[in-house]
Protein backbone atom coordinates (compact mmCIF):
# COMPACT_ATOMS: atom_id res chain seq x y z
CA UNK A 1 0.00 0.00 0.00
CA UNK A 2 2.83 2.30 0.77
CA UNK A 3 4.74 1.76 -2.63
CA UNK A 4 1.15 2.05 -4.54
CA UNK A 5 0.88 5.44 -2.46
CA UNK A 6 4.26 6.50 -3.50
CA UNK A 7 4.25 5.83 -7.12
CA UNK A 8 1.28 7.87 -7.16
CA UNK A 9 2.45 11.08 -5.43
CA UNK A 10 5.39 10.23 -7.82
CA UNK A 11 3.09 10.05 -10.86
CA UNK A 12 1.48 13.35 -9.70
CA UNK A 13 4.84 15.05 -9.47
CA UNK A 14 5.61 14.29 -12.84
CA UNK A 15 2.53 15.28 -13.92
CA UNK A 16 2.84 19.06 -12.21
CA UNK A 17 5.95 19.14 -13.51
CA UNK A 18 4.65 18.63 -17.08
CA UNK A 19 1.41 20.92 -16.60
CA UNK A 20 4.36 23.75 -14.94
CA UNK A 21 6.44 23.29 -18.16
CA UNK A 22 3.25 23.32 -21.04
CA UNK A 23 1.03 25.91 -19.59
CA UNK A 24 3.81 28.81 -19.66
CA UNK A 25 2.28 31.43 -22.19
CA UNK A 26 5.03 33.09 -24.83
CA UNK A 27 5.17 36.67 -25.29
CA UNK A 28 4.47 36.33 -28.32
CA UNK A 29 0.68 35.27 -27.41
CA UNK A 30 0.57 37.50 -24.61
CA UNK A 31 0.59 40.36 -27.01
CA UNK A 32 -0.98 38.56 -29.54
CA UNK A 33 -3.77 38.18 -26.98
CA UNK A 34 -3.47 41.74 -25.62
CA UNK A 35 -3.52 43.46 -28.88
CA UNK A 36 -7.02 41.57 -29.73
CA UNK A 37 -8.39 42.83 -26.08
CA UNK A 38 -7.64 46.09 -27.15
CA UNK A 39 -8.66 46.45 -30.46
CA UNK A 40 -11.96 44.43 -29.19
CA UNK A 41 -12.54 46.89 -26.11
CA UNK A 42 -15.19 49.89 -26.44
CA UNK A 43 -13.86 53.16 -26.06
CA UNK A 44 -16.22 55.44 -25.81
CA UNK A 45 -18.71 56.19 -22.77
CA UNK A 46 -22.48 56.08 -22.26
CA UNK A 47 -21.83 59.79 -20.54
CA UNK A 48 -20.45 63.09 -21.18
CA UNK A 49 -20.69 64.08 -17.79
CA UNK A 50 -17.74 65.06 -15.93
CA UNK A 51 -19.10 63.02 -12.67
CA UNK A 52 -19.54 59.94 -15.23
CA UNK A 53 -23.65 59.90 -14.33
CA UNK A 54 -23.02 58.93 -11.07
CA UNK A 55 -26.13 58.58 -9.05
CA UNK A 56 -26.29 61.20 -5.74
CA UNK A 57 -25.92 58.45 -2.46
CA UNK A 58 -26.47 59.55 0.91
CA UNK A 59 -24.04 56.89 1.51
CA UNK A 60 -20.99 58.66 -0.21
CA UNK A 61 -22.30 61.92 1.05
CA UNK A 62 -21.46 60.76 4.49
CA UNK A 63 -18.28 60.05 3.52
CA UNK A 64 -17.26 62.77 1.86
CA UNK A 65 -18.12 64.85 4.56
CA UNK A 66 -15.83 62.69 6.64
CA UNK A 67 -13.36 63.19 4.46
CA UNK A 68 -13.65 66.93 4.60
CA UNK A 69 -13.60 67.34 8.85
CA UNK A 70 -10.72 64.90 8.80
CA UNK A 71 -7.31 66.84 9.85
CA UNK A 72 -3.95 64.51 9.70
CA UNK A 73 -3.95 64.83 13.74
CA UNK A 74 -7.90 64.18 14.05
CA UNK A 75 -9.27 61.82 11.76
CA UNK A 76 -13.16 61.61 11.25
CA UNK A 77 -14.83 58.56 10.06
CA UNK A 78 -17.89 56.86 9.59
CA UNK A 79 -19.00 53.33 10.06
CA UNK A 80 -22.16 51.33 9.70
CA UNK A 81 -22.03 47.18 10.77
CA UNK A 82 -23.87 45.23 8.06
CA UNK A 83 -25.20 42.24 9.72
CA UNK A 84 -28.16 42.23 7.11
CA UNK A 85 -27.05 40.52 3.59
CA UNK A 86 -29.64 42.65 2.16
CA UNK A 87 -28.83 45.68 3.38
CA UNK A 88 -25.12 44.72 2.78
CA UNK A 89 -26.00 43.80 -1.13
CA UNK A 90 -27.94 47.37 -1.44
CA UNK A 91 -25.42 49.37 -0.16
CA UNK A 92 -22.62 47.88 -2.23
CA UNK A 93 -25.35 48.69 -5.28
CA UNK A 94 -25.77 51.98 -4.06
CA UNK A 95 -22.14 52.56 -3.76
CA UNK A 96 -21.58 51.33 -7.42
CA UNK A 97 -23.94 53.49 -8.84
CA UNK A 98 -22.60 56.20 -7.21
CA UNK A 99 -18.82 55.98 -8.11
CA UNK A 100 -17.59 59.16 -10.16
CA UNK A 101 -14.31 58.12 -10.57
CA UNK A 102 -13.09 54.46 -9.92
CA UNK A 103 -13.99 51.45 -8.06
CA UNK A 104 -11.95 48.87 -6.60
CA UNK A 105 -13.20 44.82 -5.56
CA UNK A 106 -11.43 42.23 -4.07
CA UNK A 107 -13.13 38.71 -3.03
CA UNK A 108 -12.30 35.07 -2.48
CA UNK A 109 -15.47 34.09 -3.99
CA UNK A 110 -16.85 35.27 -6.99
CA UNK A 111 -19.77 32.46 -8.30
CA UNK A 112 -22.45 33.23 -11.86
CA UNK A 113 -25.22 32.85 -8.89
CA UNK A 114 -27.78 35.79 -8.86
CA UNK A 115 -25.52 38.06 -6.45
CA UNK A 116 -22.58 37.64 -8.84
CA UNK A 117 -24.35 38.13 -11.90
CA UNK A 118 -26.26 41.65 -10.20
CA UNK A 119 -23.22 43.00 -8.48
CA UNK A 120 -21.10 41.81 -12.25
CA UNK A 121 -23.69 43.51 -14.18
CA UNK A 122 -23.77 46.61 -11.68
CA UNK A 123 -19.78 46.62 -12.34
CA UNK A 124 -19.78 46.46 -16.23
CA UNK A 125 -22.53 49.11 -16.20
CA UNK A 126 -20.50 51.62 -14.02
CA UNK A 127 -17.37 50.85 -16.68
CA UNK A 128 -19.22 51.86 -19.43
CA UNK A 129 -20.31 55.48 -17.87
CA UNK A 130 -16.51 55.83 -17.82
CA UNK A 131 -15.58 54.79 -14.13
CA UNK A 132 -12.35 52.49 -14.01
CA UNK A 133 -13.13 49.57 -12.71
CA UNK A 134 -10.53 46.97 -11.29
CA UNK A 135 -11.74 43.40 -10.17
CA UNK A 136 -9.10 41.27 -8.20
CA UNK A 137 -10.90 37.94 -7.32
CA UNK A 138 -8.58 34.53 -6.31
CA UNK A 139 -8.51 31.97 -9.24
CA UNK A 140 -9.40 29.14 -7.06
CA UNK A 141 -13.27 29.49 -6.63
CA UNK A 142 -14.18 32.49 -8.29
CA UNK A 143 -15.22 33.04 -12.64
CA UNK A 144 -14.86 29.07 -13.82
CA UNK A 145 -16.62 29.89 -17.03
CA UNK A 146 -13.42 30.69 -19.32
CA UNK A 147 -15.57 31.61 -22.18
CA UNK A 148 -17.11 34.24 -19.65
CA UNK A 149 -13.29 35.93 -18.65
CA UNK A 150 -13.16 35.77 -22.69
CA UNK A 151 -15.99 38.19 -23.22
CA UNK A 152 -14.95 40.27 -19.99
CA UNK A 153 -11.79 40.89 -21.19
CA UNK A 154 -12.88 42.25 -24.43
CA UNK A 155 -15.68 44.40 -22.81
CA UNK A 156 -14.35 47.78 -22.18
CA UNK A 157 -11.76 49.51 -21.31
CA UNK A 158 -12.58 50.64 -18.15
CA UNK A 159 -13.30 47.39 -17.35
CA UNK A 160 -10.18 45.21 -16.52
CA UNK A 161 -10.33 41.25 -14.39
CA UNK A 162 -7.33 40.01 -12.89
CA UNK A 163 -7.18 36.49 -10.78
CA UNK A 164 -5.13 35.68 -7.99
CA UNK A 165 -2.57 32.78 -7.89
CA UNK A 166 -3.22 30.89 -10.75
CA UNK A 167 -0.64 28.06 -10.07
CA UNK A 168 -0.52 26.10 -13.48
CA UNK A 169 -1.50 29.92 -15.45
CA UNK A 170 -5.04 28.66 -16.01
CA UNK A 171 -8.34 30.10 -14.73
CA UNK A 172 -9.95 26.75 -13.86
CA UNK A 173 -8.55 24.10 -11.77
CA UNK A 174 -8.92 20.95 -12.45
CA UNK A 175 -8.81 18.05 -9.46
CA UNK A 176 -5.80 16.53 -11.02
CA UNK A 177 -4.06 20.35 -10.99
CA UNK A 178 -5.38 20.71 -7.84
CA UNK A 179 -3.67 17.84 -6.49
CA UNK A 180 -0.31 18.53 -8.24
CA UNK A 181 -0.72 21.99 -7.07
CA UNK A 182 -0.35 20.87 -3.38
CA UNK A 183 2.57 18.12 -4.11
CA UNK A 184 4.84 20.37 -6.20
CA UNK A 185 4.00 24.07 -4.97
CA UNK A 186 2.59 23.82 -1.47
CA UNK A 187 3.15 27.25 -0.32
CA UNK A 188 2.07 28.97 -3.60
CA UNK A 189 -0.98 27.05 -4.14
CA UNK A 190 -2.29 27.33 -0.60
CA UNK A 191 -1.33 31.09 -0.24
CA UNK A 192 -5.05 32.78 -1.45
CA UNK A 193 -6.36 35.47 -1.55
CA UNK A 194 -9.23 35.76 1.50
CA UNK A 195 -9.30 39.83 1.47
CA UNK A 196 -12.84 41.28 0.52
CA UNK A 197 -12.86 44.87 -0.53
CA UNK A 198 -15.37 47.16 -2.25
CA UNK A 199 -13.64 50.47 -2.25
CA UNK A 200 -15.18 53.63 -4.38
CA UNK A 201 -13.21 56.65 -4.99
CA UNK A 202 -10.74 55.60 -2.55
CA UNK A 203 -12.83 57.71 -0.13
CA UNK A 204 -15.59 54.99 1.12
CA UNK A 205 -15.30 50.74 1.28
CA UNK A 206 -16.76 47.41 2.68
CA UNK A 207 -15.00 44.94 4.12
CA UNK A 208 -15.57 41.99 6.23
CA UNK A 209 -16.48 37.93 5.80
CA UNK A 210 -18.88 38.53 2.67
CA UNK A 211 -17.70 36.75 -0.63
CA UNK A 212 -19.53 37.46 -3.66
CA UNK A 213 -22.02 34.51 -3.86
CA UNK A 214 -26.33 34.32 -3.10
CA UNK A 215 -25.34 32.14 0.21
CA UNK A 216 -23.58 35.62 1.63
CA UNK A 217 -26.25 37.65 1.22
CA UNK A 218 -29.58 35.52 2.34
CA UNK A 219 -30.57 34.41 -0.99
CA UNK A 220 -29.65 30.74 -1.31
CA UNK A 221 -33.01 28.58 -0.68
CA UNK A 222 -31.20 26.19 1.11
CA UNK A 223 -28.25 26.77 3.00
CA UNK A 224 -27.02 30.67 3.86
CA UNK A 225 -23.99 32.42 5.74
CA UNK A 226 -24.50 34.39 8.89
CA UNK A 227 -22.17 36.91 8.11
CA UNK A 228 -20.97 40.47 8.72
CA UNK A 229 -19.64 43.33 6.52
CA UNK A 230 -18.60 47.21 7.55
CA UNK A 231 -18.83 50.14 6.04
CA UNK A 232 -16.01 53.03 6.14
CA UNK A 233 -16.07 55.94 5.17
CA UNK A 234 -13.23 58.52 6.04
CA UNK A 235 -9.40 58.43 5.56
CA UNK A 236 -9.17 54.87 6.10
CA UNK A 237 -9.96 54.38 3.00
CA UNK A 238 -6.49 55.48 1.24
CA UNK A 239 -5.01 52.83 3.19
CA UNK A 240 -7.72 50.58 1.36
CA UNK A 241 -6.78 52.02 -1.94
CA UNK A 242 -3.18 51.36 -1.47
CA UNK A 243 -3.55 47.71 -0.06
CA UNK A 244 -5.43 47.25 -3.28
CA UNK A 245 -2.59 48.63 -5.53
CA UNK A 246 0.20 45.86 -4.35
CA UNK A 247 -2.50 43.09 -4.98
CA UNK A 248 -3.04 44.60 -8.19
CA UNK A 249 0.41 44.79 -9.17
CA UNK A 250 2.18 42.03 -7.83
CA UNK A 251 3.22 39.32 -10.03
CA UNK A 252 0.72 36.96 -8.21
CA UNK A 253 -1.86 39.19 -10.17
CA UNK A 254 -2.60 37.51 -13.94
CA UNK A 255 -4.06 39.54 -16.41
CA UNK A 256 -6.55 37.64 -18.70
CA UNK A 257 -3.70 37.83 -21.75
CA UNK A 258 -1.36 35.87 -19.68
CA UNK A 259 -3.48 32.91 -18.57
CA UNK A 260 -2.96 30.51 -21.00
CA UNK A 261 -6.84 28.92 -21.54
CA UNK A 262 -8.26 32.77 -22.12
CA UNK A 263 -5.25 33.65 -23.97
CA UNK A 264 -6.17 30.81 -26.54
CA UNK A 265 -10.03 31.52 -26.61
CA UNK A 266 -8.50 35.39 -27.24
CA UNK A 267 -6.53 34.15 -30.44
CA UNK A 268 -8.73 32.29 -31.79
CA UNK A 269 -11.90 34.29 -31.63
CA UNK A 270 -9.88 37.50 -32.46
CA UNK A 271 -11.05 41.15 -32.40
CA UNK A 272 -15.07 40.57 -31.46
CA UNK A 273 -16.43 43.72 -30.05
CA UNK A 274 -18.67 42.80 -26.70
CA UNK A 275 -22.45 43.82 -26.32
CA UNK A 276 -22.96 43.69 -23.01
CA UNK A 277 -26.90 42.45 -22.21
CA UNK A 278 -28.66 41.96 -18.58
CA UNK A 279 -27.76 38.88 -17.45
CA UNK A 280 -30.93 36.18 -16.38
CA UNK A 281 -32.21 35.96 -13.07
CA UNK A 282 -33.48 32.53 -10.97
CA UNK A 283 -35.30 35.61 -9.10
CA UNK A 284 -35.77 38.42 -11.01
CA UNK A 285 -38.30 39.69 -8.85
CA UNK A 286 -35.63 39.89 -5.68
CA UNK A 287 -33.18 41.42 -8.03
CA UNK A 288 -35.69 44.57 -9.37
CA UNK A 289 -36.39 44.54 -5.42
CA UNK A 290 -32.98 44.84 -4.14
CA UNK A 291 -31.75 47.66 -7.13
CA UNK A 292 -35.00 49.55 -6.18
CA UNK A 293 -33.89 49.64 -2.38
CA UNK A 294 -30.44 50.87 -3.50
CA UNK A 295 -32.12 53.92 -4.67
CA UNK A 296 -34.05 54.39 -2.26
CA UNK A 297 -33.01 57.40 0.50
CA UNK A 298 -35.76 56.51 3.08
CA UNK A 299 -34.92 52.54 2.79
CA UNK A 300 -31.05 53.39 3.13
CA UNK A 301 -31.96 55.52 5.72
CA UNK A 302 -33.90 53.04 8.12
CA UNK A 303 -31.33 49.98 6.95
CA UNK A 304 -28.29 51.81 6.85
CA UNK A 305 -28.01 55.76 7.84
CA UNK A 306 -29.77 54.85 11.21
CA UNK A 307 -27.26 52.78 12.40
CA UNK A 308 -24.24 55.04 11.05
CA UNK A 309 -22.01 56.18 13.95
CA UNK A 310 -19.27 59.43 13.32
CA UNK A 311 -16.51 57.93 15.00
CA UNK A 312 -12.60 59.11 15.36
CA UNK A 313 -9.28 56.21 14.53
CA UNK A 314 -10.37 53.26 12.14
CA UNK A 315 -7.08 51.56 10.92
CA UNK A 316 -7.68 48.96 7.85
CA UNK A 317 -4.85 46.44 7.77
CA UNK A 318 -4.28 44.07 5.16
CA UNK A 319 -1.87 41.34 4.85
CA UNK A 320 0.80 41.68 1.98
CA UNK A 321 0.46 39.15 -1.60
CA UNK A 322 4.14 38.37 -0.26
CA UNK A 323 3.17 36.42 2.76
CA UNK A 324 4.09 33.11 1.99
CA UNK A 325 7.47 34.58 0.57
CA UNK A 326 9.22 35.61 3.22
CA UNK A 327 7.27 34.01 6.52
CA UNK A 328 10.15 35.87 9.11
CA UNK A 329 8.64 39.70 7.43
CA UNK A 330 6.61 40.18 9.94
CA UNK A 331 5.27 43.70 8.23
CA UNK A 332 3.78 40.94 5.56
CA UNK A 333 1.42 39.83 8.50
CA UNK A 334 -0.45 43.07 9.31
CA UNK A 335 -4.08 41.82 9.91
CA UNK A 336 -3.05 39.00 11.87
CA UNK A 337 -0.07 41.03 13.57
CA UNK A 338 -2.50 43.28 15.23
CA UNK A 339 -5.22 40.96 15.92
CA UNK A 340 -2.51 39.27 18.40
CA UNK A 341 -1.84 42.37 19.99
CA UNK A 342 -5.19 43.33 20.54
CA UNK A 343 -5.96 40.14 22.04
CA UNK A 344 -2.79 40.13 24.29
CA UNK A 345 -3.85 43.47 26.07
CA UNK A 346 -7.48 41.88 27.34
CA UNK A 347 -8.05 43.00 31.05
CA UNK A 348 -11.67 42.13 30.92
CA UNK A 349 -13.53 40.54 28.08
CA UNK A 350 -13.05 38.78 24.93
CA UNK A 351 -15.92 38.33 22.87
CA UNK A 352 -14.69 36.28 19.55
CA UNK A 353 -16.98 35.23 16.93
CA UNK A 354 -15.05 32.83 13.92
CA UNK A 355 -16.86 29.84 11.98
CA UNK A 356 -13.79 27.41 12.31
CA UNK A 357 -12.51 27.14 16.65
CA UNK A 358 -8.92 25.88 15.36
CA UNK A 359 -6.55 28.07 17.48
CA UNK A 360 -2.91 28.63 15.85
CA UNK A 361 0.02 28.38 18.23
CA UNK A 362 0.15 32.30 18.53
CA UNK A 363 -3.39 32.31 20.13
CA UNK A 364 -2.90 29.56 21.82
CA UNK A 365 -0.09 31.03 23.80
CA UNK A 366 -1.92 34.08 24.20
CA UNK A 367 -4.97 32.92 25.79
CA UNK A 368 -2.91 30.55 27.75
CA UNK A 369 -1.33 33.36 29.43
CA UNK A 370 -4.85 35.41 29.70
CA UNK A 371 -6.20 32.52 31.60
CA UNK A 372 -3.19 32.14 33.75
CA UNK A 373 -4.35 36.37 34.70
CA UNK A 374 -6.16 36.72 38.24
CA UNK A 375 -8.31 37.63 37.45
CA UNK A 376 -8.48 36.09 33.95
CA UNK A 377 -10.56 37.94 31.46
CA UNK A 378 -13.87 36.32 30.66
CA UNK A 379 -13.58 34.60 26.87
CA UNK A 380 -17.17 34.13 25.06
CA UNK A 381 -16.85 32.29 21.27
CA UNK A 382 -19.24 31.87 18.92
CA UNK A 383 -19.06 29.65 16.59
CA UNK A 384 -20.19 26.67 14.88
CA UNK A 385 -21.47 23.36 15.38
CA UNK A 386 -21.40 19.99 13.67
CA UNK A 387 -24.95 20.54 12.56
CA UNK A 388 -24.37 23.92 11.14
CA UNK A 389 -20.96 24.07 9.89
CA UNK A 390 -19.93 23.12 5.85
CA UNK A 391 -16.90 22.29 6.83
CA UNK A 392 -16.82 19.02 8.87
CA UNK A 393 -12.59 18.07 8.75
CA UNK A 394 -12.08 21.48 9.99
CA UNK A 395 -14.67 21.14 12.79
CA UNK A 396 -13.04 17.75 13.80
CA UNK A 397 -10.34 19.19 14.23
CA UNK A 398 -12.39 22.29 16.83
CA UNK A 399 -13.75 19.00 18.81
CA UNK A 400 -10.44 17.32 18.88
CA UNK A 401 -9.42 20.14 21.16
CA UNK A 402 -12.93 20.80 23.34
CA UNK A 403 -11.02 20.30 26.61
CA UNK A 404 -8.26 22.61 26.16
CA UNK A 405 -10.61 25.55 25.13
CA UNK A 406 -12.88 24.65 27.93
CA UNK A 407 -10.27 24.09 30.82
CA UNK A 408 -6.87 25.34 29.75
CA UNK A 409 -8.37 28.71 28.16
CA UNK A 410 -11.33 29.21 29.97
CA UNK A 411 -13.25 29.63 27.05
CA UNK A 412 -16.95 30.07 27.25
CA UNK A 413 -18.49 28.28 23.90
CA UNK A 414 -21.31 28.61 21.89
CA UNK A 415 -22.30 26.55 18.88
CA UNK A 416 -24.55 27.91 16.49
CA UNK A 417 -27.57 25.23 15.60
CA UNK A 418 -28.32 24.89 11.92
CA UNK A 419 -32.33 26.17 12.23
CA UNK A 420 -32.30 28.87 14.83
CA UNK A 421 -35.03 30.36 16.77
CA UNK A 422 -34.40 34.02 15.69
CA UNK A 423 -32.25 33.66 12.74
CA UNK A 424 -31.62 36.47 10.47
CA UNK A 425 -33.67 37.51 7.59
CA UNK A 426 -33.34 36.07 4.29
CA UNK A 427 -35.10 36.40 1.30
CA UNK A 428 -36.04 33.14 -0.46
CA UNK A 429 -38.90 31.44 -1.64
CA UNK A 430 -41.13 30.63 1.44
CA UNK A 431 -41.91 27.06 0.89
CA UNK A 432 -38.44 26.12 1.22
CA UNK A 433 -38.75 27.84 5.04
CA UNK A 434 -40.76 25.35 6.60
CA UNK A 435 -38.93 22.56 8.32
CA UNK A 436 -39.97 19.12 7.57
CA UNK A 437 -39.22 15.49 9.41
CA UNK A 438 -37.28 13.37 7.45
CA UNK A 439 -38.41 9.92 7.09
CA UNK A 440 -36.00 6.99 8.05
CA UNK A 441 -35.67 6.01 4.56
CA UNK A 442 -35.45 9.41 3.06
CA UNK A 443 -31.99 9.80 5.54
CA UNK A 444 -30.19 6.88 4.51
CA UNK A 445 -30.43 8.03 1.23
CA UNK A 446 -29.36 11.28 1.99
CA UNK A 447 -26.25 9.76 4.32
CA UNK A 448 -25.32 7.90 1.02
CA UNK A 449 -25.27 10.40 -1.31
CA UNK A 450 -23.87 13.27 0.92
CA UNK A 451 -19.58 13.68 -0.27
CA UNK A 452 -16.94 13.74 2.76
CA UNK A 453 -16.61 16.87 3.00
CA UNK A 454 -20.01 18.13 2.44
CA UNK A 455 -21.90 19.43 5.79
CA UNK A 456 -23.52 16.63 7.82
CA UNK A 457 -27.40 15.36 7.12
CA UNK A 458 -29.90 16.69 9.50
CA UNK A 459 -32.63 15.64 11.21
CA UNK A 460 -35.04 18.01 10.31
CA UNK A 461 -35.02 19.91 6.77
CA UNK A 462 -35.95 23.58 6.20
CA UNK A 463 -33.53 26.58 5.97
CA UNK A 464 -30.29 26.31 7.41
CA UNK A 465 -27.49 28.32 8.52
CA UNK A 466 -24.20 28.34 8.71
CA UNK A 467 -21.64 30.77 10.80
CA UNK A 468 -19.15 32.63 8.58
CA UNK A 469 -18.75 36.20 10.42
CA UNK A 470 -15.41 37.06 11.99
CA UNK A 471 -15.21 39.66 14.60
CA UNK A 472 -13.59 39.99 17.74
CA UNK A 473 -14.55 42.93 20.58
CA UNK A 474 -11.82 43.24 22.98
CA UNK A 475 -13.24 45.13 27.03
CA UNK A 476 -15.63 46.63 25.02
CA UNK A 477 -13.48 49.53 23.65
CA UNK A 478 -12.26 48.41 20.38
CA UNK A 479 -13.03 45.99 17.58
CA UNK A 480 -12.50 44.16 14.96
CA UNK A 481 -14.42 43.02 11.40
CA UNK A 482 -12.66 41.48 8.31
CA UNK A 483 -11.46 38.36 6.96
CA UNK A 484 -9.74 36.52 9.77
CA UNK A 485 -10.64 33.71 10.95
CA UNK A 486 -8.35 33.49 13.55
CA UNK A 487 -6.60 29.83 12.62
CA UNK A 488 -3.62 28.52 11.04
CA UNK A 489 -4.64 29.14 7.56
CA UNK A 490 -5.55 32.89 8.79
CA UNK A 491 -2.32 32.97 10.14
CA UNK A 492 0.33 31.81 7.70
CA UNK A 493 -1.23 31.34 4.44
CA UNK A 494 -3.95 33.46 3.25
CA UNK A 495 -3.96 37.03 3.17
CA UNK A 496 -6.16 38.50 5.59
CA UNK A 497 -7.48 42.64 5.49
CA UNK A 498 -10.23 43.61 8.21
CA UNK A 499 -10.66 47.14 9.83
CA UNK A 500 -10.14 47.94 13.56
CA UNK A 501 -12.60 50.66 15.12
CA UNK A 502 -11.53 52.23 18.44
CA UNK A 503 -14.64 53.68 19.54
CA UNK A 504 -17.00 52.03 22.65
CA UNK A 505 -20.02 52.37 20.88
CA UNK A 506 -19.43 50.58 17.61
CA UNK A 507 -18.03 47.90 20.23
CA UNK A 508 -21.24 47.70 21.99
CA UNK A 509 -23.35 47.34 18.44
CA UNK A 510 -20.78 44.57 17.49
CA UNK A 511 -21.32 43.02 20.77
CA UNK A 512 -24.59 42.73 20.84
CA UNK A 513 -24.81 41.11 17.67
CA UNK A 514 -22.89 38.66 18.21
CA UNK A 515 -23.73 37.31 21.68
CA UNK A 516 -27.40 37.33 19.78
CA UNK A 517 -25.74 34.30 18.06
CA UNK A 518 -25.16 32.73 21.80
CA UNK A 519 -28.63 33.16 22.73
CA UNK A 520 -30.25 29.44 23.99
CA UNK A 521 -32.91 29.94 21.27
CA UNK A 522 -29.75 30.47 18.69
CA UNK A 523 -26.97 27.85 19.71
CA UNK A 524 -26.28 25.26 22.18
CA UNK A 525 -24.02 26.00 25.39
CA UNK A 526 -20.56 23.74 25.99
CA UNK A 527 -19.75 22.59 28.96
CA UNK A 528 -17.85 20.06 30.81
CA UNK A 529 -20.24 16.53 31.58
CA UNK A 530 -21.25 16.35 35.07
CA UNK A 531 -19.25 13.51 36.72
CA UNK A 532 -21.86 10.45 37.43
CA UNK A 533 -19.29 7.76 38.93
CA UNK A 534 -16.45 10.27 39.96
CA UNK A 535 -13.46 7.19 39.85
CA UNK A 536 -14.59 7.02 36.13
CA UNK A 537 -15.13 10.58 34.99
CA UNK A 538 -11.63 11.21 36.17
CA UNK A 539 -10.51 7.78 34.45
CA UNK A 540 -12.06 9.26 31.37
CA UNK A 541 -10.88 12.19 31.32
CA UNK A 542 -7.04 10.92 31.82
CA UNK A 543 -7.25 8.68 29.03
CA UNK A 544 -9.23 11.47 27.13
CA UNK A 545 -6.23 13.68 27.97
CA UNK A 546 -3.38 11.51 26.28
CA UNK A 547 -5.91 10.45 23.42
CA UNK A 548 -6.08 14.28 22.37
CA UNK A 549 -2.52 14.66 22.30
CA UNK A 550 -2.19 12.23 19.65
CA UNK A 551 -0.91 12.94 16.65
CA UNK A 552 -4.11 12.39 14.53
CA UNK A 553 -7.42 12.59 15.68
CA UNK A 554 -7.79 11.06 19.27
CA UNK A 555 -10.00 7.55 19.19
CA UNK A 556 -11.34 8.06 22.74
CA UNK A 557 -15.37 9.05 22.06
CA UNK A 558 -15.86 10.01 25.66
CA UNK A 559 -15.37 13.50 25.74
CA UNK A 560 -14.57 15.97 28.60
CA UNK A 561 -17.40 18.34 27.19
CA UNK A 562 -20.53 18.16 25.59
CA UNK A 563 -23.40 20.17 23.73
CA UNK A 564 -26.45 21.83 26.80
CA UNK A 565 -30.04 23.08 25.56
CA UNK A 566 -31.57 25.45 28.34
CA UNK A 567 -34.65 24.41 30.22
CA UNK A 568 -37.77 25.71 29.84
CA UNK A 569 -38.59 28.49 32.46
CA UNK A 570 -34.57 28.67 32.96
CA UNK A 571 -32.80 31.93 32.30
CA UNK A 572 -29.28 31.81 30.71
CA UNK A 573 -26.62 31.20 32.94
CA UNK A 574 -22.31 31.05 32.43
CA UNK A 575 -21.35 27.25 32.27
CA UNK A 576 -19.54 28.13 35.71
CA UNK A 577 -22.43 28.86 37.87
CA UNK A 578 -23.17 25.89 40.35
CA UNK A 579 -26.66 26.09 39.09
CA UNK A 580 -26.02 25.80 35.70
CA UNK A 581 -26.69 21.81 35.27
CA UNK A 582 -29.98 22.44 37.05
CA UNK A 583 -31.22 24.53 34.19
CA UNK A 584 -29.71 22.89 31.33
CA UNK A 585 -29.62 19.62 29.83
CA UNK A 586 -27.20 18.16 28.13
CA UNK A 587 -28.18 17.18 24.30
CA UNK A 588 -24.97 15.08 22.92
CA UNK A 589 -22.06 16.08 21.20
CA UNK A 590 -23.57 16.30 17.58
CA UNK A 591 -27.16 17.08 18.00
CA UNK A 592 -29.67 17.95 15.09
CA UNK A 593 -27.07 15.20 12.85
CA UNK A 594 -28.52 12.92 11.36
CA UNK A 595 -25.99 10.72 11.55
CA UNK A 596 -24.95 7.33 13.66
CA UNK A 597 -22.82 7.96 16.32
CA UNK A 598 -19.79 5.57 14.76
CA UNK A 599 -20.65 7.37 11.21
CA UNK A 600 -19.43 10.89 13.25
CA UNK A 601 -15.98 9.25 14.28
CA UNK A 602 -15.42 7.31 11.47
CA UNK A 603 -15.56 10.49 9.20
CA UNK A 604 -13.41 12.49 11.38
CA UNK A 605 -10.70 9.85 12.17
CA UNK A 606 -10.21 9.97 8.51
CA UNK A 607 -11.06 13.60 7.24
CA UNK A 608 -7.12 14.32 7.97
CA UNK A 609 -4.45 14.38 10.10
CA UNK A 610 -3.13 16.73 12.98
CA UNK A 611 -0.72 17.93 10.36
CA UNK A 612 -2.87 19.10 8.06
CA UNK A 613 -4.41 21.78 10.66
CA UNK A 614 -2.61 24.38 9.26
CA UNK A 615 -4.14 24.27 6.00
CA UNK A 616 -7.59 23.37 6.81
Not at 267 to 296: F, L
Not at 514 to 541: E, G, M
Amino acid sequence: MHSRSLRFMLALLVGASVLLQGCAVTRVHVRQAQAIITASQQTTTDCTRTDHCATPSPLMAAADNAMRLSTPQKPVHVVTLLNNGEAALAARINLIRAAQHSIDVQTYIWQPDDVGKLILDELVRAAQRGVHVRIIADQLFSFSNTQMLARLARLDNDFQLRLYNPTFGHSKTPPLEFAAGILCCFFQFNQRMHNKLLLVDDSIGITGGRNIQNRYFGWDPHFNYIDRDVLVGGPAARDMAISFSRFWNNKRTTSMSRLSDVNSILRQTGVKPVHWTEPDYTDPVRVARVRAQAENPNWLGQHILDHTLRVGAVDYYSDRPAKTDNPDRKRDEQLTRHIMSMLSDTRHQIVLQTPYLVLSSRARRIFLKLHKDHPAPCIIVSTNSLASTDAFAVYAMSYKHRKRYLKDYGFEIHELKPHPGDPPEVNTPAEDNIPVAVSPEKRSKMRRSRRRNSPAPLINAGMRFGLHAKSIVVDGAFSMVGSHNFDPRSDHYNTEAGVIIYDPRFADQLRKAILRDTQPQNAWTIAPRQPKVPVLTYLNQAIGTVSEHLPFFDFWPFRYGTDYALNPGCKPLRPTDPKFHQCYTPVGDFPEVAMPFKSIYTRMITAFGVGLSGIL
